[in-house]
T-cell receptor
Framework: GENVEQHPSTLSVQEGDSAVIKCTYS??????FPWYKQELGKGPQLIIDIRSNVGEKKDQRIAVTLNKTAKHFSLHITETQPEDSAVYFCAAIPSSNTGKLIFGQGTTLQVKP | GAVVSQHPSWVICKSGTSVKIECRSLDFQATTMFWYRRFPKQSLMLMAT?????????EQGVEKDKFLINHASLTLSTLTVTSAHPEDSSFYICSAPGLPQAGGPYEQYFGPGTRLTVT
């Protein structure tokens, strides 16, 4: 079945710097890759997603890139702010497309003011 | 956006007792809900798919007799951890799919999670 690996597990950056989180997946037929942000006491919230027919997607300070050949996708946050501090999860929906999400291990991002 | 609530947000129980966690879709109907658990510094692991009006579908390695799931209505799914043990201590999160997106899968809406501690 699908397996998603996420790195790094923790990331600390200075306010204003960029942050990059990387994920790899195993099922080459996976076609949907969402990113979730989980703040303390809250459930994961979708922040951006990308489908397999697109190589890059951007939404203000957040961007995601997808390399289907290498089977990896990355989250890029520019001009980080303290409120970006949270746990970020990547996920993939395998080819069976039953709606199940296979998550990466999560990255705890700390943005220091 | 759609809202999913969970109750309780945290619970402490003694070993051997049972604990029920509720997951509600507040402003939409969900014929399917998903239950996940997360251990510290690990991924969100899918436990089971809750189906309204029928039996839940459990992932490999998840004991269905220990984690009882009931999806009695279009807005409520419950997870009961029976005869809880300290190793069941974890963060449990439910999700429900929202409206279908054009050409793609449903967006998942997550509850805030329930922290279970078994002493």
């Amino acid at each position: 079945g699908e397996n998603v690996e996420q790195h790094p597990s923790t990331l600390s950056v200075q306010e204003g710097d960029s942050a990059v989180i990387k994920c790899t997946y195993s099922d080459s037929a996976s076609n949907y890759f969402p990113w979730y942000k989980q703040e303390l006491g809250k459930g994961p919230q979708l922040i951006i997603d990308i489908r397999s027919n697109v190589g890059e997607k951007k939404d203000q300070r957040i961007a995601v890139t997808l390399n289907k050949t290498a089977k990896h996708f990355s989250l890029h946050i520019t001009e980080t702010q303290p409120e970006d501090s949270a746990v970020y999860f990547c996920a993939a929906i395998p080819s069976s497309n039953t709606g199940k999400l296979i998550f990466g291990q999560g990255t705890t991002l700390q943005v220091k003011p | 956006g759609a809202v999913v609530s969970q109750h309780p947000s945290w619970v402490i129980c003694k070993s051997g007792t049972s604990v029920k966690i509720e997951c509600r879709s507040l402003d939409f109907q969900a014929t399917t809900m998903f239950w996940y658990r997360r251990f510290p510094k690990q991924s969100l692991m899918l436990m089971a798919t809750s189906n309204e009006g029928s039996k839940a579908t459990y992932e490999q390695g998840v004991e269905k007799d220990k984690f009882l799931i009931n999806h009695a209505s279009l807005t409520l799914s419950t997870l009961t951890v029976t005869s809880a043990h300290p190793e069941d201590s974890s963060f449990y999160i439910c999700s429900a799919p929202g409206l279908p997106q054009a050409g793609g899968p449903y967006e998942q809406y997550f509850g805030p999670g329930t922290r279970l501690t078994v002493t």
